[in-house]
């Protein structure tokens, strides 16, 4: 019995390791079109770009894959999914069949599509890093394209490094998309308060060498760096002809359009309670929980037992200079948003309400809160807003009452 | 350095001498110490690297944060007094050795 796995970032290779452990004997092949051994993508754009020796960290310890006979291919991109014939195929021809096959390729950076958009430098892998951390000591003035996630965090580590930096938006806010706007606005100010010039409602037109030409302003730069947002690799899945929107279509339990084929990670388009009914989520929780999720489900269908449907409480992190902003659970645009009332200076909590039911929650130095938030969304009953208001924004008498 | 001796799932023993700054995830995932994953990174957000601290020589560590206690108690069924998240210990000068137990991660 064979199972393939495409990718090796979180979702793969954490996928080949529950699949280990869940059988002994399975023929695992993990194959990334990278040279280096599967690595953490979340530590880039915070320690890595902006520590000495740009070090970084492993999945799993580099001998973790011949001790546990998975077989790590690097330097190997697929290039055909036959799902008629089960295998897959590399550039010389070479093709592995596979019983079950897991697809996790991840997403790649959207191309800047102006003039000098190529100046640009963007953010993926270990080796962009290292390329930008040694652009980022020689500059002196940054300009960051993007007010998203990763934008903030570079612009943050690089103006802890007393560059000059400006963070330019095209949208209405910094993490616009992200957050509640509240939240936004006081991570924004926290920018603001240490130098960072933040222009919203502000898109690149050109980029040369002197700095990037806008539609407010003319903004001078000795190196510019892309943050805007990434899509899914999906350029296989569609020549395997699976259904395809947003990412590839995954059932509950994280099953393509053929059986034997699933998706996980960024590129998995799952059914959830949201607007749209589906979710695609770019984060280490979705990935590590849906890679085994999947190992269990593969190891269900082999013995004809029952799958586990994958049903997330998703959660996210990220660090802004002395920030840390962590989300729990999913708003979305109905959703009105309550500040949670008594809580010490330097933290925020933002709650994410639909009729008066908790979604998701922001915090701001807060883990405690986002802790809880987490308990909360995960009980078995809906969180009302006067649960909590009854506690007078005590999150941890309130998880502690539902215990 | 510190000698950290992680005791397995099926009882087998592991000792690694650590350098000062790693912390418990880091140095099991370098070493490939079975049982200790590290989804967060170590930032103190989910609980896959979970010990139980058997012992400690050279100096007593500091207390679990409220987070810490917090994240254990969502992610683990029994919390010990000893419960511990490996990413919140760090070797220090004054750990000369510590043995810690390695839990079966809860969320697989």
């Known amino acids: 019995m064979s199972v393939v796995i495409i990718g090796a970032g979180h979702a793969g290779t954490t996928a080949a390791a529950a699949l280990r452990k869940f059988d002994k004997d399975i023929k695992i092949s993990l194959f990334s079109e990278e040279g280096s051994i599967p690595y953490q993508r979340p530590p ?42 089960s295998y897959v195929r590399f550039n010389s021809k070479e093709i592995i069949e596979y019983d079950q096959l897991i697809i996790a390729t991840g997403t790649k950076g959207y191309e800047l599509n102006i003039p000098g958009g190529e100046l640009a430098q963007t953010l993926y892998s270990i080796n962009d890093a290292q390329k930008i951390a040694k652009s980022i000591s020689k500059a002196k003035k940054i300009a960051v394209i993007g007010g998203g996630f990763i934008g903030c965090e570079i612009a943050s580590g690089a103006r802890k490094q007393n560059k000059e930096v400006t963070l330019l938006e095209a949208g209405a806010s910094i993490l616009g998309r992200s957050v509640a706007p509240i939240f936004a606005k006081s991570v924004s100010k926290y ?15 050109s980029i040369n060498h002197n700095g990037i030409e806008t539609t407010s ?11 805007i947002g990434v899509t899914p690799n999906i350029k296989l899945a569609v020549e395997a002809n699976l259904d395809i929107d947003n990412g590839v279509l995954v059932n509950e339990y994280l099953q393509t359009s053929n059986e034997n084929i699933f998706a996980i990670g960024d590129i998995a388009n799952f059914p959830f309670n949201s607007d749209s009914g589906r979710l695609r989520l770019e984060s280490i929780q979705n990935a590590s929980d849906q890679a085994k999720t999947v190992a269990k ?21 990220s660090d802004q200079g002395d920030l840390k902003l962590q989300m729990a659970g999913v708003g979305n645009l109905n959703a009105k948003h309550h500040v949670l009332e008594n809580q010490t ?23 405690l809160n986002h802790i809880c938030g987490r308990k909360l969304l995960s009980h078995k009953k809906p969180i009302l807003i006067d649960d909590i208001k009854r506690f007078k924004g005590d999150l941890k008498s309130l998880v502690k009452e539902l215990n | 350095m510190a000698l950290v ?34 989804a967060c990174g170590g930032s103190c957000m989910c609980a896959t690297c979970h010990v139980k601290v058997e012992s400690v020589n050279g100096v007593e560590l500091e207390e679990r944060s409220e987070l810490e206690l917090e994240v254990l108690e969502m992610e683990i069924d029994e919390v010990a007094t000893n419960s511990r998240l490996g990413c919140q210990i760090e070797i220090n000068k004054e750990i000369e050795s510590i043995t810690v137990r390695i839990e079966s991660i809860q969320s697989i």
């Open chain 1, 191 to 205: 920018h603001h308060s240490q130098g960072i010039n933040i222009l919203t409602n502000c898109k690149a037109l």
């Open chain 1, 44 to 85: 880039l754009s915070k320690k890595t770009i902006f520590s000495d020796t740009q070090n970084y960290d492993l999945i799993l310890g580099k001998d973790f894959y011949n001790k546990n006979a998975i077989q790590l291919n690097l330097n190997s991109a697929v290039k055909e999914i036959n799902p008629v014939q």
């Open chain 1, 345 to 367: 200076d330097g933290t925020l909590t933002v709650l994410h309400l639909v009729e008066g039911q908790l979604v998701a929650i922001d915090t701001l130095n807060h883990g």
């Open chain 1, 297 to 317: 489900n593969i190891i269900a269908l082999r013995n004809n037992q029952q799958f586990q449907s994958y049903t997330p409480i998703p959660w996210f992190w």
């Open chain 1, 217 to 227: 302003s003319i903004i001078s730069a000795d190196l510019v760096i892309a943050g």
């Open chain 2, 5 to 38: 001796k992680y005791i397995l799932e099926d009882n087998s023993e592991v000792t690694i001498e650590a350098h000062v700054g790693q912390n418990l995830m880091q140095i099991a995932i370098e070493n490939d110490v079975e049982g200790i994953e590290g």
